[in-house]
């Protein structure tokens, strides 16, 4: 399917005139104008400025040029070689030269700024500048400063005379280390470039390969053939994301290669010769974020469109609108922070300028990618509930507030599309509930105490109340959903066995992530931990575990062991199943708050396996909440006796290595726990079929 796709695309005049035909005609003729553009820049940056002044006589001009022209009034050395050696030059204009007063000329543009001497001891000089002009504002800055430095020259001459071993308060010299770094365009051009030209290379793919299939009458044929409709969607996404990515590359080529014929290369890379080969790297990895997210974004666009025309009248605002994340790589003070990092596009805008520039920071580029992951699953997601949908009645049936129409049917568990928009959404969701009740707690100065109870309610709504929400609007059963089967006492007891043992294997966990250099903390944010720790064992107990240990396991268990697991049964074997649900849930533990702390990820992502292990074999969410609970709430309770049990770590919040007396009967505890579990799985599932089988 993907051959298939790939070939026609490839095939279509449109995709060659996009691919090959713009990049070899337009960069030519964009490298020529920017070429003038820069050297026009270049040239009128290299001359001095000469602001012009105003004054009423003959008489104020000279006085002022007089104080100008002093030696004094320069500025010392050293601060005029921070400025490369350059010193602003002022041209007086009188009244009668300028043609009107000064006010009027300064009105009319024809000065920068009207000045105005009175006569006296000292004289008065009246400056009068052009609110928001930033000539006027300038000129009437550097003259005030020019004038500062006369007046401490003549101060000091009369210091001088008055005291012979006068000194001044300080002498300063400036000084400075390091290489001169050239600037660099490449931070505010390319992510402009890549936003214009991945999505100008995935509008026509994405067109064709849906609305296109429903103009020409071929949508019955290929929702017919024996291929699932999701093979078949990610056969197509596939294409439009290979031809965003050529086009894209494509157009990248062709500007640098334009670039270094012109020889303005380096004016926008900063280097001296040569090509920027690990910035072409960074490139490349930044083509495929953009790419795979446009080409989900304009799938699930393109694929209720009834015509070619009718989805080309949707992508031109969507294109349109793209440009402004674009503009904002342009914008100076806008950085990769806060819910700039889980804004769509904006962030992946503002990722690409801050690798470029070198000043991107790991923790909101994690958050960046993760996020827009999360936003192109849920574009598919409504791409794969749309595309085909209505192919078998009508070919112009389909429509975007299908998506938002409940079912008239009961279902047993979720759709694989409404787990993915739910897991998609559930990142903003959580950092955003999560980062607003701190900071209303911080506003409000609540306790600790208070304070995590916030951020329980946080989890609450983010990861419990809105997958539950998402399932009664699709009317799904409850029960089935989040596995409300009660269990077996024997698989509560080795439930609550894993719990206890499994927290000394992940502290192991831990501790190897850290000693790989997977960590996420400075040294400032592991003082900030540290107190945070030593603050909370002034908790009450019964807040700990009801804020850090039953809430996260009643939330997490039914979201991730429930919804999310329910929803993939269907299409996973067990362990994959497993697997890709404790991978999810080690990915949401890597991002808490506004912080990402990587190296919960091992350890967070093996509690998920057996917890994935457990839900499967008991067919039911409760022991997992068991294991959960006991886990959190053992590790809470050590965290607040941590003073008395010194042998889990030095009172100053460092963690060490379990004593080997310790570790061995924890590793026994978690596996005696796993074999109590299937045990009982193995007997419940024989009482289950004896009572519909009697005598089997």
Same mark, same amino acid.
């Given at each position: ?254 500007? =640098? ?114 996020? +827009? ?41 979720? +759709? +694989? ?18 980062? =607003? ?108 575990? =009801? ?150």
């Amino acid at each position: 399917m993907c051959k298939k796709e790939m070939l026609e695309t490839l095939r279509d005049r449109r995709t060659m005139i996009t691919l090959v035909m713009m990049p070899l005609l337009l960069y030519p003729l964009l490298g020529m104008a920017f070429n003038r553009f820069l050297y026009n820049y270049a040239a009128g940056a290299s001359e001095e400025t000469a602001y012009r002044i105003g004054v009423d006589t003959e008489a104020e001009g000279e006085t002022l040029l007089r104080w100008l022209e002093d030696p004094r009034s320069q500025p010392p050395e050293e601060i005029l070689n921070a400025s490369d050696g350059k010193l602003a030059k002022f041209k007086v204009l009188f009244s009668g030269e300028a043609g009107n007063d000064t006010l009027q000329s300064l009105k009319n543009n024809e000065i920068d700024l009207a000045a105005k001497v009175t006569a006296g001891q000292p004289p008065l000089l009246e400056l009068t500048s052009y609110e928001g002009d930033a000539g006027s504002a300038g000129a009437r800055r550097i003259l005030v400063e020019r004038l500062e430095w006369l007046r401490l020259a003549l101060a000091e001459e009369v210091a001088k005379q008055a005291q012979e071993q006068y000194q001044p308060p300080a002498q300063v010299t400036l000084a400075s280390i390091g290489e001169p770094a050239a600037p660099s365009a490449l931070g505010t051009v390319i992510p402009l470039v890549l936003v214009l030209m991945t999505i100008t290379g995935a509008v026509y793919p994405a067109i064709d390969l849906t609305a296109g299939e429903r103009e020409r009458g071929t949508m019955e044929a290929l929702m017919a053939s024996p291929v699932p409709r999701s093979s078949i969607l990610l056969s197509k996404y596939v294409a439009v994301v290979t031809v965003a990515l050529l086009t894209a590359l494509a157009n990248l080529v062709a500007m =640098f290669m334009t670039l270094w014929a012109s020889q303005l290369l380096p004016l926008v890379t900063g280097q001296e010769d040569g090509l920027p080969w690990l910035a072409m790297v960074q490139i490349l990895g930044l083509l495929v974020l953009f790419s795979g997210f446009f080409a989900a974004v304009l799938l699930s666009l393109t694929s209720y469109a009834r015509s070619f025309k009718e989805a080309q009248a949707y992508l031109i605002p969507i294109m349109l609108l793209s440009l402004t994340p674009g503009v904002l790589s342009l914008m100076p003070g806008v950085t990769l922070s806060g819910p700039m990092a889980i804004a769509p596009l904006v962030n992946i805008v503002l990722l690409a300028r801050e690798v470029l520039q070198g000043t991107a920071q790991a923790g909101p580029a994690m958050l960046t990618v993760i996020s +827009t992951v999360g936003y192109a699953f849920a574009a598919i997601s409504i791409a794969a509930k749309l595309f085909g949908g209505d192919a078998v009645s009508r070919t112009s049936g389909a429509s975007i507030a299908g998506l938002f129409t409940r079912p008239a049917n009961m279902k047993l568990v979720p +759709t +694989t599309q409404a787990a993915a928009m739910t897991l998609a959404l559930l990142v903003p969701l959580y950092y955003l509930s999560s980062n =607003f009740l701190v900071q209303f707690g911080t506003t409000l100065e609540l306790s600790l105490a208070n304070k995590l109870l916030l951020s329980a309610l946080a989890l609450i709504l983010a990861f419990g109340l809105f997958p539950w929400l998402v399932a009664r609007f699709n009317r799904c059963q409850l029960s089935t959903t989040y596995q409300l089967k009660s269990p077996s006492a024997l698989s509560i007891v080795g439930a609550v066995l894993v719990g206890i043992g499994a927290w000394g294997v992940m502290q192991e966990l831990f501790l190897l992530a850290d000693a790989m250099g997977i960590r996420g903390l400075d040294d400032e944010k592991i003082a900030q931990a540290k107190e945070t720790a030593r603050q909370l064992q002034d908790v009450p107990l019964v807040i700990l575990l =009801f804020a850090m240990a039953l809430t996260p396991a009643v939330v997490e268990e039914f979201c991730f062991r429930g919804f999310l697991f329910t929803a993939l049964k269907r299409l996973m074997t067990p362990w994959r199943l497993i697997f890709v649900t404790a991978l999810v849930f080690g990915l949401f533990h890597v991002v808490t708050g506004n912080m990402l702390l990587p190296e919960r990820f091992l350890p967070t992502t093996a509690m998920g396996v057996i917890l994935g292990w457990i839900a499967w074999k008991t067919q039911s969410i409760w022991p997992g909440i068991v294991a959960h609970f006991s886990y959190n709430g053992l590790l809470m309770t050590i965290g607040k006796y941590r003073d008395q049990l010194d042998w889990l770590g030095s009172t100053d919040g460092e963690s060490k290595h379990l004593p080997m007396s310790w570790l061995i009967p924890l590793v026994i505890v978690t596996i005696v726990g796993l074999l109590i579990v299937h045990v009982a799985s193995v007997v419940k599932s024989d009482a289950v079929t004896q009572e519909v089988h009697p005598g089997a």
